[in-house]
């Protein structure tokens, strides 16, 4: 498979949950684990975000200057770590 295809698979696979995701639902730090970041976080309810890491070398928004992600929103970075003040997420891995 050439770069090109190998890319568009992953881009497909990112966009769909392919590698997977979490549910966030209490106040503690969440990690994404090594090799892998978070590139997406789907409010279920309205959200609060405490703390958030980026990914070393990307800009992600800041999203802790939020009032809050409203509940069905869908917000798109590249994290390591993400802790709530309230709400519950599902946030969504990406390999890196």
Do not use: D, H
């Amino acid at each position: 498979m050439n770069t090109s295809s190998a890319r568009l698979v992953e881009l497909q696979e990112n966009g769909i949950g392919g590698n997977g995701g979490v549910a966030i639902v209490g106040t503690s730090a969440t990690a994404s684990g090594t090799g892998k970041v978070f590139y997406a976080i789907s409010a279920l309810t309205e959200t609060v975000v405490a703390a958030a890491t980026t990914n070393t070398g990307f800009t992600s928004p800041g999203i802790t200057t939020l009032a809050a992600i409203p509940a069905g929103s869908t917000v798109y970075g590249q994290w390591t770590s993400i802790t709530l003040t309230s709400g519950e997420c599902v946030c969504y891995y990406a390999n890196v």
